[in-house]
């Protein structure tokens, strides 16, 4: 693929690169970790066994796939613990444990499941917490998920992120899909799908709807689409190229880059549709903007320094401030939701790289080694970002941590895929 086409700047191709297919599940792989990881024992719950589908080994698989925590073997233990107060502290750091997770689950009359478990400290021997779920059988994913959110915040001080979905873009032969699946990969749910290009997901804060750009009218155009309903509407449909959406905070507005009045600027439409207001005033081209989590600011890509550069500017108007200065390729910048920093591509030695700035000290980490590392979305918990990447000679998916250690490949069998977008923390 030409280089010239992954220019941001000339988005009204760039934007709308050929995205690669896959229909089948999202496998990862684990391809580098943190340097030090939290020994924890899953104990399988007790009658665990006594249905298909259980809780522990996704909760284990969760923890693994974090690449914070390393799963120490319960086995010859007798008998298993199905309590916190059933952990006896001694015999797991016997096993130099640090955490340990029992416990049980029970039919119920009415055909729904009781899900408990407990998560012990064994080093300083304190219970952190109990909980208990009725659930049915096909809610036994989402529990295991909502269990390993819990264990990783009790542990780590961070949100989980296990029961977050990513949106992803696929193509086979002529036929492109916009696709939804949990982020772990399973349960890959098509939303859209279309004989002309789909591009640029995105979420909205409420993880109800998706922004996209789908080319079916023969030219670019901006949709909001409901998960619920499946009934979606045109928000930015007008002369000329529209594209690269971005919610605001309070899910009201799009911020959206159009040419109907010349070259490529940032605009702003409701997220019900209507009228366009244009937000800056540049000789150059403007464009990929991202809302800042207070909503106050956006970040954008610009070329009005003469090089495609990163830039932030008020949403109540005023002068824009140039972000990025190492390089002279620095473009799709994504807001870090601690509001500490950004992720973007940054290009060095014709590498496309993922990079992160911290707005503390203006420096700038590059996580990736490319070379084709593009199209970056942050985790809602800022510890991981994933991105779009190539493997075996095909697209696929990645994920980084903010500190550059923890590494993950998203593989779909015999397929590829482009335009990773993480989900927000579901409601509760």
């Known amino acids: 693929m030409p280089r010239l086409l992954r220019h941001v700047l000339s988005f009204l191709l760039l934007a709308f690169l050929p995205v690669f297919a896959a229909h089948a599940q999202l496998t990862i792989e684990i391809v580098g970790g943190a340097g030090t990881a939290i020994p924890i024992v899953i104990v399988p719950f007790e009658s665990e066994s006594n249905f298909p589908l259980g809780i522990t080994g996704i909760v284990g698989a969760d923890l693994t796939r974090s690449g914070l925590f390393k799963l120490v073997d319960y086995a010859g233990v007798s008998p298993r613990p199905t309590r916190a107060e059933d952990i006896q502290p001694a015999v797991w750091r016997a096993r130099n444990a640090d955490a340990v997770v029992a416990g049980s689950m029970r039919s119920l009359s009415d055909g729904r499941v ?72 399973a349960d890959p749910q098509t939303i859209v799908t279309s004989n002309e290009p789909l591009l640029s997901p995105k979420w909205s804060p409420d993880g109800s709807r998706l922004a996209y750009v789908s080319f079916e009218n023969k030219k670019p155009v901006v949709y909001v ?61 403007d464009t990929e903007a991202a809302f800042t989590p207070d909503g106050g600011a956006i970040l954008f890509t610009s070329d009005r320094g003469g090089t495609p550069q990163i830039y932030r500017a008020s949403v109540n108007g005023g002068g824009a401030e140039r972000l990025t200065f190492d390089g002279d390729y620095n473009v799709s ?15 060095a030695a014709n590498r496309y790289q993922i ?36 493997g075996g000679g095909r697209g696929i998916l990645a994920a980084v941590s903010s500190d550059g250690r923890v590494k993950q490949r998203l593989v779909a069998p015999s397929a590829d895929v482009r335009e990773p977008a993480w989900g927000p923390l579901p409601r509760q």
């Open 225 to 285: 689409q409901s998960l619920a309903t499946g009934q979606r509407m045109a928000v930015a449909n007008f002369r000329g190229s529209n594209s690269s959406p971005a919610w605001s905070p309070d899910g009201r507005r799009l911020a959206v880059t159009l040419t109907k009045d010349g070259s490529s600027q940032i605009y702003i439409v409701s997220a019900d549709g209507g009228s366009a207001a244009r937000l800056l005033t540049s000789s150059g081209i």
């Open 114 to 185: 009781e899900v408990r478990f407990g998560l012990v400290d064994v080093v300083k021997q304190t219970v952190l917490v109990t909980m208990s779920y009725t659930v049915t059988p096909q809610q036994f994913r989402v529990t295991a998920h909502k269990i390993a959110d819990i264990i990783y915040e009790k542990l780590t001080g961070d949100p989980g992120i296990f029961s977050t979905r990513i949106a992803y873009i696929t193509k086979q032969g002529p036929r492109y899909q916009l696709l939804v699946a949990d982020a772990d990969g």
């Open 355 to 390: 990079a992160l700035m911290d707005y503390a000290t203006r420096q700038v980490q590059v996580l990736t080694d490319g070379p084709d590392d593009l199209s970056p979305s942050v985790a809602p918990n800022s510890k991981l970002i994933i991105y779009a990447n190539e």
């Open 333 to 347: 910048a994504r807001p870090l939701p601690d509001g500490k920093g950004f992720a973007f591509v940054h290009r």
